[in-house]
């Protein structure tokens, strides 16, 4: 099974608006990441954040994780067309080798209309 | 630099045909993946690499086989093709300078895949 699901599946916004993401997972990690996805493209990474930090910014992006709760949010700020998307959260394994092994979420896809 | 590329990008093959597809990354990563992504499954890791000459298995490994003969390349075979192997194959990379704890896990690499079709 998935150790990362994202929620929502699918969200539409328009340009400017802010778009919140969610990822929860059940297992104890090391550090969660976000990648962003565009249509018929490879994953492209956009952040990481520590099992020991709550929170991380990257320009319009703010992410949280909750290791209590076992949950993470992506947060993009006055969107843009260009940021629809599929976003993915992955995450690791407390105990795997270094290096090794991520999980991917199924991901939301965002739309933001002009 | 040109990061991760994978050949072929689209293939048709007929049920029981042998392919390789290739990935080739030029960032002197460690670590290689592949993964396939199906609709409503996300992705899923078929086989990876710790280094040159070593290979592990991931969730679904079954019907591939994987070869890292060099640092840079990473080959990822169907012996006999089936239909349920019609999917999206992506390879990725990642360097091995975290570490264990907070720092492990860097960041992944993706080609642009490899779209399969399995007649």
């Known amino acids: 099974s998935q150790q990362g699901e994202e929620d929502p599946q699918a969200l539409s916004i328009q340009e400017g608006e802010n778009a919140t993401m969610n990822c929860s997972y059940k297992?104890?990690?090391?550090?969660l990441q976000w990648y962003r996805q565009n249509s018929g493209r490879g994953l492209v990474h956009l952040i990481l954040?520590?099992?020991?930090?709550r929170e991380k910014h990257s320009g319009r992006l703010r992410v949280t994780l909750d290791t209590s709760k076992k949950s993470s949010s992506l947060l993009i700020t006055a969107s843009r067309a260009a940021d629809t998307a599929s976003y993915f959260c992955?995450?690791?394994?407390?105990?795997?080798?270094?290096?090794?092994?991520?999980?991917f979420g199924e991901g939301t896809q965002l739309t933001v209309n002009p | 630099n040109a990061g991760v590329t994978q050949t072929p990008k689209f293939r048709v093959l007929k049920t029981g045909q042998s392919m390789t597809l290739l990935c080739a990354q030029d960032?002197?990563?460690?670590?290689m993946y592949w993964y396939r992504q199906d609709p409503g499954m996300g992705l899923r890791l078929i086989h990876y690499?710790?280094?040159?000459?070593?290979?592990a298995k991931g969730e679904v490994p079954d019907g591939y086989n994987v070869s890292r003969l060099k640092k840079q390349n990473f080959l990822l075979g169907l012996e006999s093709a089936a239909p349920s192997q019609t999917s999206v194959y992506f390879c990725?990379?990642?360097?091995?300078?975290?570490?264990?704890?907070?720092?492990?896990?860097?960041?992944?690499?993706f080609g642009d895949g490899t779209r399969l079709s399995i007649l």
């Open positions: 990725a990379s990642s360097s091995n300078h975290g570490g264990r704890g907070v720092d492990s896990n860097q960041p992944q690499h």
């Open positions: 297992t104890s990690i090391n550090n």
């Open positions: 954040i520590r099992s020991n930090e």
């Open positions: 992955a995450t690791d394994g407390v105990g795997r080798t270094s290096g090794s092994r991520l999980t």
């Open positions: 960032m002197n990563h460690e670590y």
């Open positions: 690499s710790v280094g040159e000459g070593t290979t």
